[in-house]
């Protein structure tokens, strides 16, 4: 198994000495209780260091100034790997750009760079229960578009978006369509020296609903320390997105819908049907705000909620989704991610439940 | 929020393809329901990839390749990282030996060195509400123990050890005089060209319980895609532990306990009390086994368990507690640790309860 990821760990942390802390703070009844039944532990943490003598308070606060210092070298540290994943990045690429030559069909692969045999027995037995059927299928198709090859591998992002979780719950129906126009995904980190961020770049083949042939989405980084809480630094996070405006053709733009609505003339008494644009629930709302910082006009909890999951989606496009696509496409990172989830929360599905995406 | 976490990420996953597979390969009664509702959903992963048209997989599989080679780039990007993490070590490395020599009362730390304002209002607040208590104790103290000021930060340490849920489960009363003469926890990483890992150094005072300076635990890693399993790379892991022979003085030894046994003769019936050394839950357990893969021949299951909570320690340990030991001291990492983990699973408690240390 993998110990690679901290939260599994942060499960472990010390809860008991802070129920001493909550009951001074008046945290309410959680420090009433004692689910770990550990009483007649010494106490808790800022308490323990209030009661400490000066002489070694002093010493202390020596160590705490070292911390401080180490969460400034660590900031350097962080900025150091962003740099190895831009260089990274340049080693994948041309991977990335076979990838999408062969997903639309620009480049057909050859036969050496089709070799596949699949190692898992149970996928082999599973082919061949169902090698019959795809036979049949395959047989049908034919048929029915007979001398009609299909291109690349047609909704491969498309099936992407359908499959996982996060982003089926973003994708409406009136969607889809747009999506089989999409080439490719790639993503750009920002050049040394400037702010730290990285660009979602959303690649489109000239389709029937806007003209960008690129859509983009900003996540911006916060990769320092700060100054007025240094030991909570853990490395860069996202703190800002922005968007891209979209060049619908008329009539096409998804992300909003024309209602009509009666209307009744105050002093006549007569009623009327007016027409109003109103928002609708679209994955090219991800594009949205066009520009950054925008959100704190919106309700407080209804934002915080709003942003965590867009910068989580950014996140897993980054980190998962672009690296290994085609693992998405044939479901195989779905099973990882399954199985590393099962390990980590073990009956955490109805935590599941809670994150799940409400627009 | 930092967005850097995988596993919270993990939490959506695309479930509803396993649903297929998972019927399929006969998984038991969760394959019948339909938790996300997606009934309508095109089929599942492998199950989709068997029903492509043959010039399509063709293509996927030439993907597949080019994932794999993905793989192995990934695995030098992570080889780089270590290398990084070694450069940093270095530099973090005379900061740790400050915070030694502070904690053991080698050395003062300097009016200088020890300046620090607590930044947060409600700390100040906290702050003098115990102020008076503290003075009090101090004057107690001070009348209790006159003129002798502790030497460095007494038992800083085990009172590490105390505070952080996942030591103290394996911290027992007889453990605790021992800590006490624990000076200092180092971290070592392999060399360059070795075979990826790290070495947790435990360095005490000498003590009355044994000869060793230091005591060692060294974890491997492996750190390159298994060539059967390519996909599941996901960077180094932690595959196996070795700890080291602990010279204890005669009768020191806390990792066993000598119980007595009535013995009754077959033949003449007559009964006799035998000594017999039996294993005692004890933290330096933690060293054994002395060599690496012996694990195999215990219980499986059981094994399991307990080999992957050791990882668990020692990785954290590596991450958590020797970068940032002050703050596990004075229980603000243990804060940090807890906000974090509400973040990520809200009602997790049950889930933290599950993952204790049982043994």
Not at 35 to 40: L, S
Not at 135 to 143: F, G, L, Q, T
Not at 237 to 245: A, K, M, P, T, Y
Request: glycine residues 6%; proline residues 5%; hydrophobic residues 30%.
């Amino acid at each position: 198994m993998s110990m690679r990821h901290r939260p599994a760990l942060a499960q472990h942390r010390g809860r008991s000495c802070h129920l001493v802390m909550d009951a001074i703070k008046g945290k309410g009844e959680q420090g009433m209780q004692n689910p770990g039944g550990q009483v007649d532990r010494p106490v808790g943490p800022h308490f323990l260091e209030s009661m400490l003598p000066k002489v070694v308070k002093r010493r202390v606060h020596a160590l705490k100034r070292l911390q401080v210092q180490c969460a400034n070298i660590e900031a350097k540290f962080y900025e150091e790997v962003h740099e190895l994943e831009r260089k990274y990045a340049a080693l994948y690429q041309p991977l990335f750009d076979k990838r999408r030559d062969f997903v639309t069909g620009t480049v057909e692969p050859t036969e050496e760079e089709c070799e596949w045999h699949s190692e898992r027995e149970e996928e082999e037995e599973l082919a061949e229960e169902v090698k019959e059927k795809a036979a049949i299928e395959d047989a049908k198709k034919e048929e029915a578009v007979p001398r009609e090859d299909p291109k690349g591998i047609p909704e491969f992002w498309l099936t992407i978006f359908r499959s996982v979780d996060m982003l089926s719950d973003m994708l409406q129906e009136h969607d889809e369509p747009i999506l089989k126009h999409l080439k490719d995904i790639q993503v750009k980190f920002s050049e040394p020296g400037q702010p730290m961020s990285f660009t979602l770049e959303f690649h489109f083949e000239s389709n029937g609903y806007f003209n960008n042939a690129v859509l983009t989405k900003v996540y911006k980084m916060k990769s320092e320390p700060d100054a007025s809480e240094p030991f909570s630094f853990e490395g860069p996070e996202i703190i800002d997105c922005e968007g891209c405006l979209i060049d619908w053709h008329k009539g096409k733009d998804v992300t909003v819908k024309t209602i009509k609505k009666k209307q009744k003339h105050k002093g006549r008494g007569t009623v009327r049907t007016v027409t109003k644009q109103v928002p609708n629930d679209s994955f090219f709302n991800f594009f949205n705000p066009v520009k950054g910082e925008q959100h704190t006009e919106m309700n407080d909890e209804d934002s915080e909620f709003t942003l965590a999951q867009d910068f989580e989606i950014g996140h897993f496009f980054r980190e998962r989704i672009v690296p290994r696509a085609v693992l998405y496409f044939t479901g195989e990172a779905l099973e990882d991610d399954e199985s590393f989830d099962e390990e980590e929360l073990e009956e955490g599905d109805e935590e599941v439940c809670q994150h799940k995406h409400h627009r």
